[in-house]
């Protein structure tokens, strides 16, 4: 070979020698070499497993799909480039040979609301919203509408509401429907929708499974009868996460149960003293034994793992939220979740700003609500933190 050659070709498509890396490696290759025409053939036909293109398959993704699907119990999973896409990807999977209908939590995030309402309605998907804890609502939208999919949020966002997931299945499976949770909030650590009777399950990954805040990606997992559509979809869409989040995800989930059993406790003692402080109006907790939707709580979650999310109500309104965000010194303002770092949100401002005040005024999103992603630092640092700002 001359040169020129050599410098595209030297040292590369070697296979890896007689050993098993202990973690999995980072796959960049866009498309894979066999030895034979006829064994690319049997890949291609998917007679024989082994990635053929990145669209298609990649070894970085393939493990973590096959460990959040262990840990979802589920019968196949898909890594999607961020939340938004994998839960596209449910909902087209729900609806590909169903009524193009859906019946959604009337109370979800924000941009979930807006594919409903901007994207998929202009394509003619009509949406009927309905209060999630109200189980005879829920059953009568289910009856009236005979829609292809239900749509809940574990815990939504950001009021912390808790919907019967086990019973709001049965009632969309015996409508034909498979209900799709986003189960960003609570992880599989807390809740794992497919085996309350969910058919699919999305996350955003960007959340606590990667839990660092420095990747954006999200998964979709499924039972084995929407497993294969969900496969097709994305091969032929293309919403691929990258090898290389897929790579920063799983470092994460090692040490998910770690963080989020750390995240859960010190939510418990930040919310308590949430609860006497006289700035504050009202705090939304789901380990509050006064939570509107308790009974339900104590039904699905484990014992003193109630999730790290609060949201309070600040007395005053926008101003006194700004005031009050601006003077903080170690929690983090910033639009996101589930990191390492105790992280706050004004919902108003950030991921319900596309609802109209009189949207949100009618979802109980008033102007001094405030959303705090409990982090893994020292209790007493946060609440030093608040407490200086408040
Ligand atoms: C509950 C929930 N679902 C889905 C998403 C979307 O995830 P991503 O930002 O990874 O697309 C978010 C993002 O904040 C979220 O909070």
Same mark, same amino acid.
């Given at each position: 070979?001359?040169?020129?050659?050599?410098?595209?070709?030297?040292?590369?498509?070697?296979?890896?020698?007689?050993?098993?890396?202990?973690?999995?490696?980072?796959?960049?290759?866009?498309?894979?070499?066999?030895?034979?025409?006829?064994?690319?053939?049997?890949?291609?036909?998917?007679?024989?497993?082994?990635?053929?293109?990145?669209?298609?398959?990649?070894?970085?993704?393939?493990?973590?799909?096959?460990?959040?699907?262990?840990?979802?119990?589920?019968?196949?999973?898909?890594?999607?480039?961020?939340?938004?896409?994998?839960?596209?990807?449910?909902?087209?999977?729900?609806?590909?040979?169903?009524?193009?209908?859906?019946?959604?939590?009337?109370?979800?995030?924000?941009?979930?609301?807006?594919?409903?309402?901007?994207?998929?309605?202009?394509?003619?998907?009509?949406?009927?919203?309905?209060?999630?804890?109200?189980?005879?609502?829920?059953?009568?939208?289910?009856?009236?509408?005979?829609?292809?999919?239900?749509?809940?949020?574990?815990?939504?966002?950001?009021?912390?509401?808790?919907?019967?997931?086990?019973?709001?299945?049965?009632?969309?499976?015996?409508?034909?429907?498979?209900?799709?949770?986003?189960?960003?909030?609570?992880?599989?650590?807390?809740?794992?929708?497919?085996?309350?009777?969910?058919?699919?399950?999305?996350?955003?990954?960007?959340?606590? &499974? =990667?839990? %660092?805040? !420095?990747?954006?990606?999200?998964?979709?997992?499924?039972?084995?009868? #929407?497993? +294969?559509?969900? @496969?097709?979809?994305?091969?032929?869409?293309?919403?691929?996460?990258?090898?290389?989040?897929?790579?920063?995800?799983?470092?994460?989930?090692?040490?998910?149960?770690?963080?989020?059993?750390?995240?859960?406790?010190?939510?418990?003692?930040?919310?308590?003293?949430?609860?006497?402080?006289?700035?504050?109006?009202?705090?939304?907790?789901?380990?509050?034994?006064?939570?509107?939707?308790?009974?339900?709580?104590?039904?699905?979650?484990?014992?003193?793992?109630?999730?790290?999310?609060?949201?309070?109500?600040?007395?005053?309104?926008?101003?006194?939220?700004?005031?009050?965000?601006?003077?903080?010194?170690?929690?983090?303002?910033?639009?996101?979740?589930?990191?390492?770092?105790?992280?706050?949100?004004?919902?108003? &401002? =950030?991921? %319900?700003? !596309?609802?109209?005040?009189?949207?949100?005024?009618?979802?109980?999103? #008033?102007? +001094?609500?405030? @959303?705090?992603?409990?982090?893994?630092?020292?209790?007493?640092?946060?609440?030093?933190?608040?407490?200086?700002?408040?």
């Amino acid at each position: 070979m001359k040169i020129e050659s050599k410098l595209v070709h030297a040292g590369d498509r070697k296979k890896a020698g007689n050993f098993i890396p202990v973690t999995t490696p980072i796959y960049t290759a866009a498309s894979y070499f066999y030895d034979s025409m006829g064994q690319l053939d049997r890949v291609m036909g998917r007679e024989e497993e082994g990635p053929s293109y990145a669209r298609y398959d990649n070894p970085t993704n393939n493990a973590l799909e096959e460990l959040v699907n262990t840990l979802e119990g589920g019968g196949g999973a898909v890594a999607c480039s961020s939340g938004m896409a994998a839960m596209q990807l449910g909902v087209m999977t729900a609806l590909l040979d169903r009524p193009k209908r859906i019946v959604a939590a009337n109370v979800l995030y924000g941009a979930t609301v807006s594919m409903l309402m901007k994207i998929l309605e202009p394509f003619g998907v009509e949406t009927t919203w309905v209060d999630i804890c109200d189980l005879a609502a829920v059953e009568r939208a289910v009856s009236e509408t005979k829609p292809g999919v239900v749509i809940m949020e574990t815990v939504s966002n950001p009021l912390l509401r808790v919907g019967a997931m086990d019973k709001i299945a049965e009632i969309a499976h015996r409508a034909g429907a498979p209900l799709l949770v986003d189960n960003t909030f609570a992880t599989p650590l807390l809740v794992r929708p497919l085996e309350l009777g969910a058919g699919i399950v999305v996350h955003s990954a960007t959340k606590y &499974m =990667a839990g %660092h805040g !420095d990747v954006l990606g999200g998964i979709v997992v499924s039972t084995d009868d #929407h497993c +294969g559509t969900i @496969r097709t979809l994305s091969r032929t869409v293309g919403p691929v996460m990258s090898p290389f989040e897929a790579y920063l995800t799983m470092r994460g989930i090692k040490t998910m149960g770690l963080r989020v059993e750390r995240q859960c406790a010190n939510a418990c003692q930040i919310a308590s003293w949430f609860s006497s402080h006289p700035s504050i109006e009202r705090v939304h907790f789901t380990g509050d034994p006064a939570h509107p939707d308790a009974a339900t709580i104590a039904r699905l979650f484990p014992k003193n793992l109630y999730g790290a999310m609060i949201s309070f109500e600040l007395k005053g309104g926008r101003e006194e939220v700004f005031r009050f965000m601006e003077r903080l010194r170690m929690i983090v303002r910033a639009t996101s979740l589930g990191d390492v770092h105790t992280m706050i949100l004004y919902p108003a &401002m =950030a991921s %319900h700003r !596309d609802l109209s005040p009189k949207h949100r005024a009618r979802l109980g999103i #008033h102007d +001094g609500l405030v @959303r705090i992603s409990v982090g893994i630092e020292a209790p007493e640092d946060i609440i030093a933190d608040l407490d200086q700002a408040l």
